[in-house]
Nanobody, 127 residues
């Protein structure tokens, strides 16, 4: 069992930056791929980024490439999402999620493949 807790959200002006953190407790974090997803009001949940268990592979949503960076520190059981050049359309609740297949080679953009989710953190970007 893995518990995930996001932090770092807030209100920022367009062009600003935020760094989200997702702290994991329980066994297995260092062997799991970790993803970030977001959901804006009235919209479907959307994939944002995913990182493999050892950080050697990363995928991003096209609209965040070059602005967002996902990273992880397995010694601290934490995954991060650095968000720069934020836009109003980035406004959403951001969730981290764990794909609990140890040392899995696939990186999924489908939230249904993830086993554990955090409670979410609100990111609001004003224009």
């Amino acid at each position: 069992q893995v518990q995930l807790v996001e932090s770092g959200g807030g209100l920022v002006q367009a062009g600003g930056s935020l760094r989200l953190s997702c702290a994991a407790s329980g066994r297995g974090f260092s062997t799991y791929a970790m993803g970030w997803f977001r959901q804006a009001p009235g919209k479907e949940r959307e994939f944002v980024a995913v990182i493999s268990w050892n950080g050697d592979r990363i995928y991003y949503l096209d609209s965040v490439k070059g602005r967002f960076t996902i990273s992880r520190d397995n010694a601290k059981n934490t995954v991060y999402l650095q968000m720069n050049s934020l836009k109003p359309e980035d406004t959403a609740v951001y969730y981290c999620a764990a794909d609990a297949l140890p040392y899995g080679r696939g990186l999924s953009r489908d939230g249904r493949q993830y086993d554990y989710w955090g409670q979410g953190t609100q990111v609001t970007v004003s224009s």
